[in-house]
């Protein structure tokens, strides 16, 4: 049985918390490559994370996303992503929602 997502910040990807873990993160995707697998994820923290999707995006991507995948201490292996609607993410506080995931990660330590 695969284990649970675990929701993140860049940030605790960068400090190695969570390598080799099922991950969920939200951010804003970059410079996706010409194979259309590859792209960098601005995340809500601000922090850079390439991202590796297994079959190129079906569609054009510029709104906040959330990604899920395995983190494998360089890069996501995404294997799912949703994108948001701009009328959902348009009053998005990342501020708040990284407070949020913190003491959600405090809690299961």
């Not at 918390?17 to 960098?40: A, M, T, V």
């Not at 079906?58 to 360089?74: A, H, K, T, V």
Request: hydrophobic letters at 30%; glycine letters at 6%.
């Amino acid at each position: 049985m695969e284990s649970a997502n675990v929701r993140v910040t860049g940030t605790m990807l960068l400090n190695q918390d969570y390598n080799n873990s099922n991950i969920c993160i939200w951010g804003h995707p970059q410079e996706l490559s010409g194979s259309g697998k590859e792209f960098k994820l601005k995340t809500t923290d601000n922090k850079n994370i390439p991202v590796v999707m297994s079959e190129p995006l079906g569609e054009y991507l510029n709104n906040l996303i959330q990604i899920r995948g395995q983190f494998d201490g360089r890069r996501i292996e995404a294997t799912s992503y949703s994108q948001f609607l701009p009328e959902m993410t348009e009053d998005f506080d990342s501020n708040s929602y990284n407070e949020c995931v913190n003491l959600l990660s405090s809690q299961r330590k």
